[in-house]
């Protein structure tokens, strides 16, 4: 159980085109899901915290309108990065929590993001 | 603000024992987390600690001290599988995770 799918896992893209990418709980459902950047060699960064229903939270230095989250369903959060540029090329992670139970976050695979 | 230390590689043989070590401070405490991560993949959860104590989950075992802000994850009977970057995340102010820089360990025959 506890699963998160996102998609695409990989995708490549030009430098002011926008792409989208979908984070998905298959079997379970999720008040909260969780945006994170991950460089290379670095650890996770917070981006945003998406509430199902209501407007992202967004963390310190993360432009909201660059980097759009809607979390439509209590299973399904996007991310839209606009007008990409190279320097967003990442490793683009979300998680999922319960409900309710415990603080534990699931996470989906992540998304390979290059920009050329 | 949020401050979450731990080393940033450390190399031990196949069939030993590795202590990795995490200090944190941080505003609010909900709990502290470590995962595992290999290279081009997700973080998977391997334990959690909110109380004080040893939480013992086969070859992996987790330390929590509140009072010292002092966490550890110990690995024992080192496989070659086990090589990956080891997280300590804690669940701080408004139920968020903030990740340390992670750990990478190589396990060597």
């Known amino acids: 159980g506890a699963v998160v799918s996102q998609h695409p896992s990989w995708v490549i893209c030009k430098s002011g085109t926008s792409v989208k990418i979908e984070c998905r709980s298959l079997d379970f459902q999720a008040t909260t899901m969780f945006w994170y950047r991950q460089f290379p060699k670095q650890s996770l960064m917070l981006m945003a915290t998406?509430?199902?229903?209501?407007?992202?939270?967004?963390e310190q230095g993360v432009e909201k309108d660059k980097f759009l989250i809607n979390h439509a369903s209590l299973t399904l959060s996007t991310l839209t990065v606009t007008s990409a540029h190279p320097e967003d090329s990442s490793f683009y992670i979300c998680?999922?929590?319960?409900?309710?139970?415990?603080?534990?976050?699931?996470f989906g695979p992540g998304t390979r993001l290059t920009v050329t | 603000g949020q401050n979450i230390d731990q080393p940033t590689e450390m190399t031990a043989t196949e069939g030993a024992i590795v202590q990795i070590n995490c200090t944190y401070q941080?505003?609010?405490?909900?709990?502290l987390f470590w995962y595992q991560q290999h290279a081009g993949e997700a973080p998977t959860f391997l334990s959690y600690?909110?109380?004080?104590g040893l939480e013992e989950k086969g070859r992996f075992s987790s330390f929590l001290s509140r009072s010292k802000g002092y966490s550890y994850l110990l690995l024992k009977e080192l496989q070659m599988k086990d090589s990956a970057s080891y997280l300590c995340?804690?669940?701080?102010?408004?139920?968020?995770?903030?990740f340390g820089g992670g750990t990478r360990v190589l396990v060597k025959p």
């Open positions: 941080t505003s609010g405490f909900n709990g």
């Open positions: 600690n909110v109380l004080d």
């Open positions: 995340a804690v669940n701080a102010a408004g139920n968020k995770l903030t």
């Open positions: 998680s999922a929590r319960f409900v309710s139970g415990p603080y534990e976050q699931y």
């Open positions: 998406s509430n199902e229903g209501s407007k992202a939270t967004y």
